[in-house]
C-alpha cells in the first residue's frame, strides 16, 4: 500500500506493508537521520515529531502517518545546531546515537514547555535513554540552552 | 638539538582544553555515519535462526520450505562453514582465549545461540524464511547454575579440537574455561597470626552493557574481489585476524572498515555479527547486512562475567592490614571469551590498591555454564574483584570500630610506592613491574569527602519515618592499557594548505578518542585543532591499533600520536634546514612558520605545504610519518566515590542521592570529554548496583530481553553525580596523561553496599540491591537480632 507523509515539510508518498514501523519507512526513505535502538519504546532514539509532538517510531505504524506531518532532526536542523553547540560545549555528545533523538524531544520541550524546573526537564525528557553520558551533561547543556534564550 | 616530545610541560595551549568534540554536531544532525546507515541498497538482509534451547544437538536442518520462499537467497548451516574452533574475543595475538567456538556448530549452548543463517532479498523475507527452517534438536539438559558447573557429570563443551594458544587452565571435560593462582607471602600463616580477620562473601551479577546501538555489519565484494566487512567493533584488526582464521582466508583479502559506533562499552570487543555476513557474501558473491534487534543483542552478545568473590583479611588492631585472600569463582557462559583475562583483572588492578600487605593471595576457576556468554564489559573484572574487596575493608573497619576513610587512608598505595602484584599479574600472562609516578588518592579521598559532607559520627540519620540517608565510599583503580601487548599507531601527513591528515588505528567509538587525539597531535605541532583532520579506524588505510579496550586509547594510542608529531616537527625542522642549506638547530618553528635564529629566513606552514608538494623540483616529497607506541608499564588512574542513599526501611527501596566522584586521571587532554567517561562510568556502575540483572527462567530462557525487562538507568533514577578531576601528572603518559574510560564504573556497587550497610547494620551479598533483597535482608536482621 502508499501512504502519503509530509515528512520535513515535503509530501512524499512512501509503499509500505500495513505492518510496517515508521522507523523502517523513513529509513527506507533514505531518512537514517531516524535511529533504531530498542523496537520496544523504551530508548527514544527513534523519536521524531508527528505533528509537532515527540512520538517513538518504532512503535508507531506506519500507516497512521497518512496525511499527517513527520519532523526528523533534519527537519528542525538550524534550531538542532543551536542546541549542538551547547551540548558540545559541555563534552555532552558521545557516541550520538541517541542525539538526534534527544534533541528533536529537547526542541519538542522547549516549544511545550515555559521556565520547566529540573524535575520536568528529567520527566520529560525520561524517555530518551543515554548509556555513555550519565545525563548530567546533558542537563547542564540543556539549562544553558534554555537560559540563552532569556538572557 | 632535535625538540624532545613534551613531557614535562605544565601549561598547554590545545591539550587541557575542553574542545568541541569533533563530530558532534555532525553525530546529532543524523548525517549517515553508523554501519546501518550506509549500507548499500542491493545488499542481501542476514537474519539468524537462534536456539530456542539452553543445550542441544542439532540432528538435522530442513530448509526446503524457506528456500522456496522467493527472495531467499541463501541458507547456511553448520556443514556449510570451516570446522575451524575460535574465539570471538577481540584480544592480542596469541588469545588468552580457549578457541572453544565454531561460527555454527552441531551443539547450540545457551537459548539465543546461533544455529542456522538465513538472507533474502528484504529483511521480511528473511524472517519468514527463518521461521520456516526445520530444525529438528536433541534436547540436551543444561548447566544454569555456575557453583554446580565444575565437575559435573553433563560437559558443555565435549567436541574435540577445541583449544588453548597457551597454558590458561583449560579443561573443558571438567567445565573449566581457564583457572588461575597465585600467592605472595604465605597468606595462611598471616590470616591466623593476625588479631582482627574478616570473612566476606559477594555475588557480582552478569551485567548487559546495552550500547544504544544495536551491533551492526555488511559485507562486500570490493573491485579487486576483497571481501571488505564494514563494523560497529571496538578493534578492526582483530577483527580482520579473527575472520581470516574462521573463514580461513589469508588476512590479505579482508579489509575491515569502523564507520562511527554508537557505543560499546567492551561490546562490541568481538566478532558477533561479521562472520555471518561474510560467510552469506562468499557464498552468494552479494552484499549482505545484518542489523541486530535489542532482543538478539541480549540474547546472542556477551554480559559481564557473573562472579562470587570472597574475601579474607587479617589486620591489627592498630588497623595495619596484614594478608589479603581473594578467591573467585567467574561464568563465563557457554564459552571461554576473556574467562581468564578477566578473572585476572579482579585481582590485579584491585589488590595492589592494598600493597602493604606481607601477604596477599588471589585464584580460582572460570567455568563454562549454558548461559549466554560473557566478555569484556568496562571494568572488566576489576568492578567485580573491588566490589567483594571494597565492601571487606568495610567490614573491616566495622570490626575494628574505626573510620572506613582512615583505615584506606592508613593502608593504600602512594606515589612512589609499587606492589608486587604488578610484576605477578598480567592479563593471561606475567605482569610487568611497575613503580607508581602519579598517584592523587589522598587528593581525590579529601576533595571527596568534602563535596558529599563525610562525618564518620553521622554515616546515617532519620529524614522521615522509616526512612534514612546514609553514606558509603570505595576506593578504585584502573590500568592505561595492557603493557607490552597493547600497540597502537599514527600517521601524519603534512597537506598542501598547511594542515595535516592524522590517520590513527585508535577505535573511536563514541568517546571522543579522535578529538582528544587530534588535540594531542595539534598541541605538539603547534598548529590549531582545526588544522588536524583525523581519520579512525580502517584495516587498509589507517596504521595497526589494537584498538578501543583496556582503558588504552589515551595513554597507548595517545602515546602513539604524540611520539609521530614530535617525529613530525623534527622532519619538518630538518626538511626545512635542508632546503636553506642550514642546521636543523638553526631553525626554529614556531606559529606555524620556520624562521631561522638569526631572523634571515622565513617561511610559512601553508608555503612550505606548497613549496614541498609543487615548487620545489626534484626535492619535492611528502612529508610524512609514522610511529608507533607500546606501553612498558600501564599507570593507573584512581578515583575515591562517595555515595548518599536514601532507604526506604518499609520497600527496601534504595535511592542515590548523591554520587560524589574524584578521579585522578592524570592530565585530562580533554577536561569535558574525560570527566564525562567518569560520569557515564559512575551511571553505569549505579545501574549495576541497583538495577540491572539478567535473568533466566529455570530452563535457561532469558527473561531480561528488553529494555522494559532490563531496566538501565533513566534521567530521573539518580538525584546527583558529581565529578572532579584532581591536578595529577603521570611522566610516563602523553602530555601527563592517564586513561580515563574504565575507572569511573568500579566504586558504585561497593559504595552503595557500603551504605546500606551503615544504613541498615546488615551486609547484602548479592547483586544488584533491588528493593526484595534489601527487604529479605532487614527483616531477616530484625528475626535474628
Known amino acids: ?151 | 638539538m632535535h625538540e624532545a616530545p613534551m613531557r614535562n610541560a605544565p601549561t598547554f595551549s590545545v591539550v587541557a582544553h575542553p574542545h568541541k568534540k569533533v563530530d558532534g554536531e555532525g553525530l546529532m544532525l543524523g548525517r549517515p555515519a553508523y554501519t546501518d546507515d550506509l549500507v548499500p541498497s542491493n545488499a542481501l538482509h542476514v537474519k539468524l535462526v537462534r536456539s530456542p534451547h539452553a543445550f542441544a544437538r542439532i540432528k538435522s536442518i530442513d530448509a526446503t520450505e524457506a528456500l522456496k520462499l522467493p527472495g531467499v537467497a541463501c541458507v547456511l548451516t553448520w556443514k556449510d562453514c570451516p570446522r575451524i574452533p575460535i574465539t570471538r574475543a577481540g584480544q592480542g595475538n596469541p588469545e588468552p582465549s580457549p578457541h572453544d567456538r565454531f561460527i555454527l556448530d552441531e551443539y547450540v549452548r545457551y537459548v539465543g545461540d546461533e544455529a542456522a543463517v538465513v538472507a533474502a532479498e528484504d529483511e521480511a523475507t528473511a524472517e519468514k524464511a527463518a521461521s520456516l527452517l526445520k530444525i529438528e534438536y536433541e534436547v540436551l539438559e543444561p548447566i544454569l547454575d555456575f557453583e554446580h558447573a565444575k565437575d559435573n557429570p553433563i560437559i558443555i563443551h565435549p567436541e574435540e579440537g577445541i583449544h588453548e594458544m597457551f597454558p590458561i587452565g583449560f579443561e573443558p571435560k571438567r567445565n573449566i574455561a581457564a583457572a588461575y593462582h597465585m600467592e605472595v607471602g604465605d597468606v595462611e600463616q598471616e590470616l591466623a597470626a593476625s588479631p582482627v580477620r574478616v570473612d566476606t562473601v559477594v555475588y557480582t551479577q552478569a551485567q548487559n552493557h546495552v550500547a544504544m546501538e544495536p551491533h551492526a555489519a555488511f559485507s562486500y565484494l570490493d573491485v579487486q574481489g576483497r571481501l571488505t566487512i564494514v563494523t560497529s567493533t571496538q578493534n578492526p584488526w582483530h577483527t580482520r585476524r579473527l575472520l581470516g582464521l574462521a573463514l580461513q582466508m589469508p588476512l590479505r583479502s579482508i579489509r575491515i572498515v569502523k564507520p562511527r559506533v554508537g557505543g560499546g562499552f567492551g561490546a562490541k570487543q568481538h566478532i558477533h555479527v561479521e562472520p555471518y555476513v561474510a560467510l552469506v557474501t562468499l557464498k552468494t558473491g552479494r552484499p549482505a547486512r545484518i542489523a541486530l534487534t535489542r532482543r538478539e543483542v541480549f540474547e546472542s552478545t556477551f554480559t559481564r562475567h557473573q562472579m562470587r568473590v570472597n574475601i579474607r583479611l587479617g589486620a591489627d588492631p592498630d588497623g595495619t592490614l596484614r594478608a589479603i585472600d581473594m578467591q573467585v569463582l567467574s561464568n563465563t557462559g557457554a564459552y571461554g571469551e576473556h574467562a581468564l583475562t578477566t578473572f585476572m583483572v579482579a585481582g590485579s588492578k584491585t589488590l595492589p590498591l592494598y600493597n602493604k600487605v606481607k601477604a596477599v593471595r588471589f585464584g580460582g576457576d572460570v567455568v563454562y555454564t549454558n548461559k549466554v556468554s560473557a566478555g569484556a564489559f568496562r571494568g572488566y573484572g576489576a568492578i567485580q574483584g573491588l566490589t567483594g574487596l571494597e565492601s571487606a575493608i568495610d567490614e573491616l573497619a566495622h570490626k575494628l570500630g574505626v573510620s572506613p576513610v582512615e583505615l584506606r587512608r592508613k593502608n593504600m598505595i602512594h606515589e612512589g610506592e609499587t606492589s608486587e602484584v604488578f610484576r605477578i599479574m598480567g592479563e593471561g600472562t606475567e605482569g610487568v613491574a611497575m613503580n607508581i609516578e602519579s598517584c592523587k588518592l589522598e587528593e581525590c579521598i579529601r576533595r571527596g569527602k568534602e563535596l558529599i559532607g563525610w562525618n564518620d559520627e553521622r554515616l546515617v540519620w532519620e529524614v522521615a519515618p522509616g526512612r534514612v540517608h546514609a553514606l558509603g565510599m570505595a576506593i578504585a583503580m584502573q590500568g592505561s592499557g595492557i603493557p607490552m601487548i597493547d600497540m597502537g599507531s599514527a600517521r601524519i601527513e603534512l597537506q598542501d594548505g598547511g594542515f595535516f591528515k592524522l590517520h590513527v588505528g585508535a577505535t573511536d567509538i563514541g568517546t571522543g578518542s579522535d578529538t582528544i587525539l587530534a588535540q594531542i597531535a595539534a598541541e605538539e605541532l603547534g598548529v590549531d585543532m582545526e588544522d588536524i583532520i583525523i581519520h579512525s579506524s580502517d584495516t587498509d588505510h589507517t596504521p595497526f591499533d589494537v584498538g578501543a579496550y583496556a582503558s588504552s586509547t589515551t595513554y597507548v594510542s595517545g602515546s602513539a600520536v604524540l611520539k609521530a608529531a614530535a617525529s613530525m616537527r623534527r622532519k619538518l625542522i630538518d626538511t626545512v634546514a635542508m632546503l636553506w642549506n642550514v642546521s636543523p638547530e638553526d631553525v626554529i618553528y614556531e606559529d606555524k612558520a620556520f624562521r631561522t635564529v638569526d631572523g634571515s629566513r622565513h617561511l610559512t606552514l601553508h608555503d612550505f605545504s606548497y613549496d614541498t608538494l609543487y615548487h620545489n623540483g626534484v626535492r619535492m616529497q611528502t612529508i610524512e610519518v609514522t610511529e608507533s607506541f607500546s606501553g612498558e608499564k600501564s599507570p593507573p588512574p584512581y578515583l575515591a566515590g562517595f555515595v548518599e542513599i536514601e532507604l526506604d526501611k518499609e520497600t527496601g527501596k534504595v535511592d542515590v542521592v548523591k554520587y560524589v566522584g574524584v578521579a585522578d586521571v592524570g592530565t585530562p587532554i580533554n577536561p569535558n570529554l574525560a570527566k564525562i567517561q567518569i560520569e557515564g562510568g559512575l551511571l553505569q556502575g549505579i545501574g549495576m548496583a541497583l538495577y540491572e540483572d539478567v535473568r533466566y527462567s529455570d530452563k535457561g530462557h532469558l527473561l531480561s530481553h528488553n529494555l522494559m525487562t532490563y531496566a538501565i538507568p533513566s534521567r530521573e533514577d539518580v538525584g546527583s553525580i558529581v565529578v572532579e578531576l584532581v591536578d595529577s601528572y603521570e611522566p610516563s603518559g602523553p602530555c601527563g596523561a592517564k586513561s580515563a574510560g574504565e575507572i569511573g564504573i568500579d566504586t558504585p556497587p561497593a559504595a552503595i553496599a557500603n551504605a546500606i550497610r551503615n544504613a541498615t547494620g546488615v551486609r547484602l551479598t548479592h547483586l544488584p540491591f533491588t528493593p526484595d533483597k534489601v527487604l529479605a535482608a532487614i527483616k531477616a536482621a530484625e528475626g535474628a537480632a
Do not use: W
Open chain 1, 1 to 151: 500500500m502508499i501512504v502519503t507523509i509530509t515528512i520535513n515539510g515535503k509530501k512524499e508518498s512512501l509503499q509500505i506493508e500495513p505492518g510496517d514501523m515508521l522507523v523502517d519507512t523513513l529509513r527506507n526513505a533514505g531518512h537514517v537521520e531516524v535511529k533504531k535502538g530498542c523496537d520496544t519504546g523504551n530508548c527514544g532514539v527513534c523519536t521524531v515529531l508527528l505533528d509537532g509532538k515527540p512520538i517513538r517510531s518504532c512503535s508507531f505504524l506506519a500507516v497512521r502517518a497518512e496525511g499527517h506531518e513527520i519532523t526528523t532532526i533534519q527537519g528542525v536542523a538550524e534550531e538542532a545546531r543551536r542546541f549542538a553547540d551547547f551540548l558540545n560545549r559541555e563534552g555532552a555528545d558521545q557516541c550520538g546515537f541517541c542525539a538526534p533523538g534527544f534533541a528533536l524531544t529537547v526542541i519538542a520541550m522547549k516549544r511545550e514547555l515555559k521556565n520547566p524546573t529540573e524535575e520536568e526537564i528529567r520527566h520529560y525528557l525520561a524517555g530518551n535513554l543515554c548509556r555513555c553520558t550519565g545525563y548530567e551533561s546533558q542537563h547542564r547543556a540543556i539549562r544553558n540552552y534554555l537560559e540563552a534564550d532569556h538572557a
